[in-house]
């Protein structure tokens, strides 16, 4: 029997006028920070809500028109809906709050480029921390009311959806989006019509249609090539989130590179900060090179002018991780962009050179073309001031310019809203504003143990619900038993969370060694064999589906779940999102990480746990070498970095092991009479106390205003005025002193002494020869530290001045009058590199002689 074809059409409700506005709230990810408005959706309807994905566009175009209908007749609905439209518009319409400290201009703007953006599970263009970390970024510039505009790609598949078959091997399945479901719009023209920009690509023009999304106060524009009149392979640009080969990414990059600062431009935006999140948006700078060289600038001027108010953000932690390109493909596409930035093959592939390879490399363009640099964390800023040390030649790493921003978190998206109100009942509203006030936070003790602890209980029973929901729905589809499921359940009970329950989830890169605990399984069974103190391991994440290492690790775990000995205290789910991820932040115990020393370059997902009260157990990497104080958690201390990696994966499990068996289980289950272990309570409020203030976003984005944002911002205007005189001149300096350092020396004329008393002055005289250059163009200056204990960045720097011109010699003497301010046996060098007051960082030009 043929029943037919089956058609589908969609019939969408008629929102009624009395809940209008829930079509505002559902395109403004205002949704994605603030709980109430969710759960606003969620009670329309539970079951549809799960089932679109918590997409509030969708829910609103699929919900049955009764339930609209009902709900305008619901009193306790209505006023739910008037309290959240009253938060939403407070929110869009408080000023910005004076915070004492100097910030951008109205007139100003920041334009923050990134290739993945991580707000909310329903809005799939992220893959992993570098999105969240972005969408976190403008979350808080929105919560700060910054002139702020973010760029980015629209992806039509995003990530992939993860599911685990019964072999344990990871199933990656692209959808494609319908942009109709997203939180996204056109942008439009005066005249209504759609904004399209072009884009040229290997001897072509590519258009691009320029959407956007709504953060709070926050434009994001996300751009488009998916347009009938593309070829089919450029309409296939944007269309997977790393996906593609090396020409997809490399054509990538150009529509987000040139295609973004054009679509700014198209929409009268004139940024005058420039944010490179990571090197995937550096060709930005070309295009804007470009557009400062038709209005006549020359190329180094234009290059300073560029360069002084733009700030690259690198997290990579290893050389291999920094985007490069061959040169024949930077050639190919290229090709008709040449000509307008007036420039030489070998100078164009000069600009991307990084130690000697051949490679064109986007980390090298990045810090180029801009002045002002940083890693995301301590370890990580003294890493990569390594790894991009052949960019300042002549300076030591420890002094050159790549500096950090440690990263942070959105409080709002990532602390549960238990906890939130938890906070409002004992610490008042206010919290909310003194987010990052460290010394405010450590009223958090006046929180009663009980209360702390029945909100982290009812967090983890939340948690395992959802824990077990993902698993029993992988588990079942499967065609596994319903009584294995029992066995595997019989620690995850969201009736009585009581057994220590520790989480791992992230994405499966083989740095992050998930498999660590099970390095030994001999010793994991003797720790995991006492009755009385169970222990339960979660763990959720993704690899790559082009990473085959990555996917191991993940059969290796599914493997271990279901020997016999480890059934019920090791689960996989699969599915992770933002979603699971907010759950199991909130909502384990312990969260645990243990990456190979450093190649963690911060890592986010340790901090939402941090606030929520999860203890951290990770590795002394990435953020966590700031965050640990000792009582906030415990700390893995790595094995040293030479060592090989079969040796350090020995050490690290066997610390892991030691702090496992030694303190956190022992602590967990110092129960007293009220069922809960106190000193486990402490270490939990100290945790939210010592890492909320300090690793928020709020803290991180205010770091980047004071540090990067306006500085830049107010150097930009200075090199610009007087048709970019200032900028001339700079460039024109470099130019200089570029050609005469090659025969800049110095020599001593003093002689030097050998022992003084404490009080003395002593005069120090070098004679420099300066090829050319004023006096005025070098620092000279002496480094003084204690004996043996030489580290660049301990030292005490003196300044000499300039003296006089030694008439026989021509020679330019420089004296210095000391009288130390250190007893004891004392080392000191001398020195002198290019100065210039226009310069953004002294040491920027890379230029340093020694004596
Ligand atoms: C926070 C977060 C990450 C980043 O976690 P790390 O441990 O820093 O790698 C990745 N994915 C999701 C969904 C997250 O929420």
Redesign the pocket.
Known sequence: MSNGHTFTIEVNPKIPRRLARLEELATNLWYSWDRPTRTLFARLHPGLWDAVGHNPKLFLRRIDEQRLVDAVDDQVFLATYNRVLSAYDTYHAEPMRPTGQETLREQDLVAYFCFEF?LHESFPI????L???AGDHCKAASDMRLPFVAVGLLYRQGYFTQTINSEGQQVATYYDADFDDLPVQPVRQDDGSELHVKVPLAGRQVAVKVWEATIGHVRLLLLDTDLEENTPEDRDITHQLYGGDRHTRIRQEIILGIGGPRALTAMGLKPTVWHINEGHAAFLILERIRMLRAGGLDFASALEAVAVNTVFTTHTPVPAGHDHFAQDMIETYFRDFLPELGLSREEFIALGRKDDAPDFNMTALAIRGSRHHNGVSRIHGEVSARICADLWPQIDPAENPMSYVTNG?HVPT?LALEWAELFDQFLGYEWRHRMSDVSYWAKIDQIPDHLFWSVHQSLKSQMLQLVRHRIAHQHLRNHGSQAHLDRMFRHADPANPNVLTIGF???FATY?RATLLFENLDWLREILADGERPVLFIFA?KAHPADQPGQELIRQIYHIMHMPEFVGKVLLAEG???N???RL?AGVDVWL?NPIYPL?A?????M?AGINGVLNLSVLD?WWGEGYDGKNGWAIKPAPENMDEYRRNKEDSQTLYELLQDQVIPLYYKRDKFGYSPEWVKMAKTSIATLLPRFNSGRMVGEYVSRFYLPAAKAGRRYAESGFANARTLAAWKERVRAAWGGVALRRVDTPKRRIRFGDEVRFEVAARLNGLDPADVVVEMLMTRANKYHIKDAHHYRFSFDRVDSETGEHRFVLDLAPSLCGRLDYRIRAYPAHALLTHPLEMGLMVWL
């Open positions: 991580g992220y893959s992993g921390g999105g969240i970390l978190v990532f989830a992230r994405r992050k994440g992770y999102d933002l699971m991820a907010r932040v990480n963690e911060s890592g986010t997902s340790g939402k990435g």
